[in-house]
């Protein structure tokens, strides 16, 4: 049987999980993906054109889609995104949802210490950067109703996670969802809070791969946890590996929050289909509502 393949999310659990030694103590023949782990996106290129950021609709659902259920080429045997798109991919069959767990991860649509926005309400029909189909994407809409009506509520699709941070720092856009690292850091610039928008999050792994061994995985990052919880500053340099090398001189993990955190509880049946129904009332995917199945490893 082939290894294991484990590529980090921008969590601390996957890094001290092998600290600890908790991914062979589960037996699990495993291989830490490090390199593919170092986020060496390259800078978002369009910070340096005049011209207005264009939208980027591919995000981290299309990766799924692209992958069958791995996200993207290259990537982990299990992997993790928000729970709205784990959700939907694997409602179409793209891969299989782990219903035993799910994380939470902290996040918050920022702007620039100087910007004029002091509360959410000013943040009406202003672009706010987020990655489509991902988790800042529906996480702004789900924070944004309680201020806004939804015709107000301006989001402009700019890649991933560190290309948003590209975005935010070149000053190409007034507001931006993050979370995590890119989070921690911005602030670290100066950026300020203007609304909460922390999210649920949502594993899933390819049909090829052993059940058994995602589960083994999954006991792991969760052991990892209570290491976290009792002793954060111990393990906060790991998040230098989720950062990519431009950014790295420029903040101290140190002052960083604990970013995403594993819960072991169930990712019920309930929670699916009210998950479903939210994201059809928006017409947030072609699909309908009744198409697909549930490919679920909840028990």
């Known amino acids: 049987m082939a290894k ?38 390259p800078r978002l290129a369009a910070v ?50 782990w219903g035993k767990a799910y994380s939470v991860c902290e996040a918050a649509i920022v702007v620039p210490g100087d910007s004029r926005v002091s509360e959410p309400g000013d943040l009406a029909s202003m672009d706010i950067a987020v990655g489509y189909h991902s988790g800042s994407h529906y996480s702004a809409l789900q924070a944004l109703e309680v201020f806004l009506a939804p015709e107000d509520i301006a ?8 290309s948003r941070v590209d975005a935010a720092l070149a000053r190409k856009i007034p507001a931006v969802n993050v979370w995590g690292p890119q989070l921690y850091l911005l602030e670290q610039h100066g950026f300020r809070r203007i609304v909460s928008t922390t999210f649920m999050m949502a594993f899933m792994f390819h049909r090829e791969v052993d059940e058994a061994s995602v589960e ?12 976290i919880d009792f002793e954060p500053e111990r393990y906060k340099h790991y998040f230098i590996n989720e950062i990519p090398e431009r950014f790295r001189d420029t ?3 140190r002052r960083f929050g604990v970013g995403e955190r594993v819960v072991s509880q169930p990712y019920t049946q309930a ?3 009210k ?25």
């Open 251 to 253: 903040v101290d993990v």
């Open 4 to 41: 294991f393949i484990i590529q980090p999310h921008g969590r601390l659990n996957d890094w001290v999980a092998e600290e600890k030694g908790y991914f062979t103590a589960e037996g699990l023949d495993y291989e830490l993906n490090v390199e593919g782990s170092r986020k060496n996106t």
């Open 216 to 227: 083994r995985y999954m006991r792991a990052l969760i052991k990892a946890q209570a290491d």
């Open 275 to 299: 998950t479903q129904a939210w994201m059809h009332a928006r017409k947030l995917f072609d699909a309908a509502a009744d198409s697909g199945v549930v490919l679920s490893a909840c028990d």
């Open 271 to 273: 929670m699916f289909e």
């Open 155 to 162: 989001l402009k699709f700019v890649g991933s996670s560190w």
């Open 48 to 97: 340096d054109s005049p011209i207005p950021l264009e939208d980027n609709r591919f995000g981290a659902f299309e990766r799924y889609a692209e992958g069958h259920g791995r996200k993207g080429e290259g990537a982990g045997d299990v992997s993790c995104a928000c729970h709205w798109t784990v959700n939907q991919a694997a409602k179409i069959e793209e891969g299989i949802m």
